[in-house]
Nanobody
């Protein structure tokens, strides 16, 4: 059983930055793929960025250049650095990990971009 705990959300003004963290209970190096998803009110959950065990990344078009997904194996933590935030980035952000073909999700962290 893998547990994921997100942190780092909050209220930020447009143009600001936040860094989300996803701490895992297991060895992050054993995860086949990890990713960040988000869900805004009234919308479905959507992919934001993914990071494979081989360090390949994939981003939603609207966040390319502004967001960076990366991980620290020593800390068993994955991150999402978000820069130049826009009001449309407002959502609950979820961390996901796939280990041995099983998906695990965190509880989510709220990101609100507003002046």
């Amino acid at each position: 059983q893998v547990q994921l705990v997100e942190s780092g959300g909050g209220l930020v003004q447009p143009g600001g930055s936040l860094r989300l963290s996803c701490a895992t209970s297991g060895s992050i190096s054993k995860m086949q793929v990890m990713g960040w998803y988000r869900q805004a009110p009234g919308n479905g959950r959507e992919l934001v960025a993914t990071l494979t065990a081989g360090y390949n990344t994939n981003y939603k078009d609207s966040v390319k250049v502004r967001f960076t997904i990366y991980r620290d194996n020593a800390k068993n933590t994955m991150y999402l650095q978000m820069n130049s935030l826009k009001p449309e980035d407002t959502a609950v952000y979820y961390c996901k990990a796939v280990s041995e073909q099983i998906e695990y999700w965190g509880q989510g962290t709220q990101v609100t971009v507003s002046s």
